[in-house]
T-cell receptor, first 117, second 115 residues
Framework: QQQVKQSPQSLIVQKGGISIINCAYE??????FPWYQQFPGKGPALLIA?????SEKKEGRFTISFNKSAKQFSLHIMDSQPGDSATYFC????????????????FGQGTILTVHP | DTEVTQTPKHLVMGMTNKKSLKCEQH?????MYWYKQKAKKPPELMFV???????INESVPSRFSPECPNSSLLNLHLHALQPEDSALYLC??????????????FGPGTRLTVL
């Protein structure tokens, strides 16, 4: 019940295209859903995050869509650029309000995005 | 300063060695985390410190020993490691642990190789 399932494992898009990565979760106690971007040899960096009381959040070219009833959320990267080529992880966590999770992040398996020029 | 620093960047050690990884943040965060990341896999939580107290130990073998000397520093002491412990070790911090929406800031990691 703690799993977060992420798809696809890898994704190749052309410059200017839309990249879409999907995640699904089981634990309805999760109340925070961040996306992390990781470049080779670097630590993950927060890209964008959403809480379940919001159905969509947009920051620049990056949009999270959230479907609470389906327990799914997705990342859309508009006008994808070669510099977006990285590994993307969705994650979920729950606050201490429902227990003592201490902000533990449960990560999806990751998606390797390659944007061709 | 929104940076988490980790030293060393790379570490090669034998199975009988004792070494330590160091993590530092100056953002005033009171929660610090150790993660282990194998190639092409997501980070796996190892330990969480909240207000300098160990709050979560994800059943990590005792050959890994964390220490939080103060609110800015986090160490991971390594002893008698196995080759399968070779991985990228990531440190992260957040303002507090368990408050919804608290971003975890990750350091660049220490690439550990156990021979």
């Amino acid at each position: 019940q703690q799993q977060v399932k992420q798809s696809p494992q890898s994704l190749i898009v052309q410059k200017g295209g839309i990249s879409i990565i999907n995640c699904a979760y089981e634990n309805t106690a999760f109340d925070y859903f961040p996306w992390y971007q990781q470049f080779p040899g670097k630590g993950p960096a927060l890209l964008i995050a959403i809480r379940p009381d919001v159905s969509e959040k947009k920051e620049g070219r990056f949009t999270i869509s959230f479907n609470k009833s389906a327990k799914q959320f997705s990342l859309h990267i508009m006008d994808s650029q070669p510099g977006d080529s990285a590994t993307y992880f969705c994650a979920a966590s729950r606050s201490n309000a429902g227990g003592t999770s201490y902000g533990k992040l449960t990560f999806g398996q990751g998606t390797i995005l390659t944007v061709h020029p | 300063d929104t940076e988490v620093t980790q030293t060393p960047k790379h570490l090669v050690m034998g199975m009988t060695n004792k070494k330590s990884l160091k993590c530092e943040q100056h953002m005033g965060h009171r929660a610090m985390y150790w993660y282990k990341q194998k190639a092409k896999k997501p980070p796996e939580l190892m330990f969480v410190y909240s207000y300098e107290k160990l709050s979560i130990n994800e059943s990590v073998p005792s050959r890994f020993s964390p220490e939080c000397p103060n609110s800015s520093l986090l160490n991971l002491h390594l002893h008698a490691l196995q080759p399968e412990d070779s991985a990228l070790y990531l440190c992260a911090s957040s303002q507090v642990a368990g408050v919804v929406g608290n971003e975890q800031f990750f350091g660049p990691g220490t690439r550990l190789t156990v021979l």
